[in-house]
Nanobody
Framework: QVQLSESGGGLVQAGGSLRLSCVASGRSFSNIDMGWFRQAPGRDREFVAFVSRSGNPRLYAGSVRRRFTISRDNAKNTVYLQMNSLKPEDTAVYYC???????????????WGQGTQVTVSS
């Protein structure tokens, strides 16, 4: 089991930026595929981004491509999500996940963080 702890959420105006961080522990981080998901009020959790254990490939949901960047630092056991050009529709609780796998034409994870709130005001 991997333990995950997110940070970096907050309130930002539309067009602004935030960087989320997720620190992992419990297993060798360099052997774990990582990702980010989000859940808006009244909606199902959705895939945002994936990064393989080596750092490539990186995959994105269409709604965030070219605005969000996922990266990782294996020396720090940390995965990041740089979010630029934020929109009100990006408002959600963002979750870090470990051991991503394909699931119902999308992705899911085996371990999850507690989530961090991102709110984008218009």
């Amino acid at each position: 089991q991997v333990q995950l702890s997110e940070s970096g959420g907050g309130l930002v105006q539309a067009g602004g930026s935030l960087r989320l961080s997720c620190v992992a522990s419990g297993r060798s981080f360099s052997n774990i595929d990582m990702g980010w998901f989000r859940q808006a009020p009244g909606r199902d959790r959705e895939f945002v981004a994936f990064v393989s254990r080596s750092g490539n490939p990186r995959l994105y949901a269409g709604s965030v491509r070219r605005r969000f960047t996922i990266s990782r630092d294996n020396a720090k056991n940390t995965v990041y999500l740089q979010m630029n050009s934020l929109k009100p529709e990006d408002t959600a609780v963002y979750y870090c996940a470990a051991d991503l796998r394909a699931y119902k034409s999308s992705w899911t994870g085996e371990s999850w963080g507690q989530g961090t709130q991102v709110t984008v005001s218009s």
